[in-house]
């Protein structure tokens, strides 16, 4: 398999371009780092300085795309370019190399090359000081500071805060998605909301209406129409009364009902269940339970004696509210079997509404067909709700 070769960023080669030109320059005029006489010059002449200077402007070209392979390369190739009279470019160019083996070069390498480089500087101007005892061979280290430590140092802060940049981007962007998150979770906590407080609200009068117009629709009477019509104007009113409350609701932006809904108010529903046609009684007893309990309560009788009116065969309704230690039990019974009379449509929503508002508190919620040798048909329909009375002011179950 043939061996490919990674290809250098765009910037890399302007680089190469830039230093392999410069070294050019400084080579055609005769400016070199050394003169030719000086003893560690062993390739004389002006031809070699142009070796270390190619090698030095390839290595640029990987010094992204493999900085250290680029580093190992450009540390031989200096020490090549020692030994002539040597090219200021190719010096710069390895400063360089030093740079963006840190920068860009796995973390293992960039946290290593600074010690190592910072290593080399102190002995490189102890040890010469040491041996040669005199001041100018503190220049060694100077020079390796200059070529090898400084742009690792450097290499190595910039690197630093790239990474605190990058780590606070991320944490911007995931702090940005769990705002988003949190938003679209309100949003459908409110439409969920909205849409068991229309339900509740006017679902009861549109079935009402609903199946007293087609009982005057099916039936010629005119003592029986006159009276479904009445049944009719009433829900009629009542359900458009509702629908504006619910509107107002909506434009201004208020987090309960002007007038929510309480246990006091369930004789009055009771009454209009009556005056739909069912005979309901009620036993609510004395109960004092926290105003989400309370709207949950009556939101659940009121769902319950809507489904009994839609499809419930005729007789006793009953509802039952009993309070023991901490927990309130609904319980709305209606006859289980065959309904004789108009039906209204039913679309489902109304056990899920009242599932929700139990779970919103934590309660248990049971609904079906119970066993009952008193009835005609051997089963009665039971609903039962058990809400926790404590610890239900935190929760909103509208």
Request: aromatic share 4%; glycine share 10%.
């Amino acid at each position: 398999m043939a061996l490919r070769l990674p290809r250098p960023h765009r910037f890399d080669v302007y680089v190469a371009a830039g230093g392999l030109s410069g070294g050019l320059l400084l080579w055609g005029i005769g400016l070199g780092t050394r003169p030719a006489d000086e003893p560690i010059v062993l390739l004389d002449g002006r031809w070699p300085i142009l070796l270390p200077l190619f090698v030095m402007a390839g290595c640029e070209l990987l010094r992204r795309v493999a900085p250290r392979t680029a580093l190992i390369v450009g540390t031989l190739t200096l020490t090549l370019d020692t030994l002539t009279q040597g090219n200021v470019a190719t010096v710069l160019m390895y400063t360089d190399l030093m740079y963006a083996a840190v920068l860009y070069g796995p973390p293992a390498s960039a946290r290593r090359i600074p010690w190592i480089t910072g290593l080399l500087t102190v002995a490189g101007t102890l040890v010469p000081f040491a041996v040669w005892r005199v001041p100018e061979a503190l220049l060694i280290g100077v020079v390796i500071g200059v070529v090898a430590f400084g742009p690792a140092a450097t290499g190595w802060i910039v690197r630093n805060h790239r990474d605190a940049a990058d780590a606070a981007r991320l944490r911007a962007e995931q702090t940005a998605l769990l705002a988003e998150m949190d938003r679209v979770q309100a949003v459908t906590a409110e439409r969920a909301r909205m849409a068991r407080e229309l339900h509740d609200m006017v679902a009861n009068h549109l079935s009402a209406i609903a199946i007293h117009s087609t009982a005057a629709l099916s039936l010629d009477d005119p003592d029986t129409s006159r009276e479904s019509l009445g049944v009719i104007r009433e829900n009629s009113v009542a359900g458009l009364a509702e629908m504006r409350r619910l509107i107002g609701i909506l434009r201004d932006g208020d987090d309960e009902p002007a007038a929510t809904p309480t246990l006091e108010g369930l004789p009055a529903l009771v009454e209009g269940a009556r005056a739909n046609g069912l005979d309901v009684t009620l036993d609510a007893g004395h109960v004092q339970v926290p105003a989400p309990v309370e709207l949950a309560a009556y939101r659940i009788v009121q769902e319950s004696l809507t489904n009994a009116l839609k499809h419930a065969s005729p007789g006793r309704v009953t509802v039952t509210l009993t309070q023991r230690g901490g927990d309130l039990t609904v319980t709305v019974t209606s006859p289980y079997g065959g309904h004789d009379g108009p039906r209204a449509p039913g679309s489902g929503a109304g056990l899920v509404g009242m599932q929700e508002r139990t779970a919103l508190l934590g309660g248990t919620f049971e609904a079906g067909p119970v066993d009952d040798p008193g009835s005609a048909d051997g089963k009665i329909w039971t609903v039962r709700t058990t809400l926790p009375v404590s610890d239900t002011e935190r929760t909103d179950p509208a």
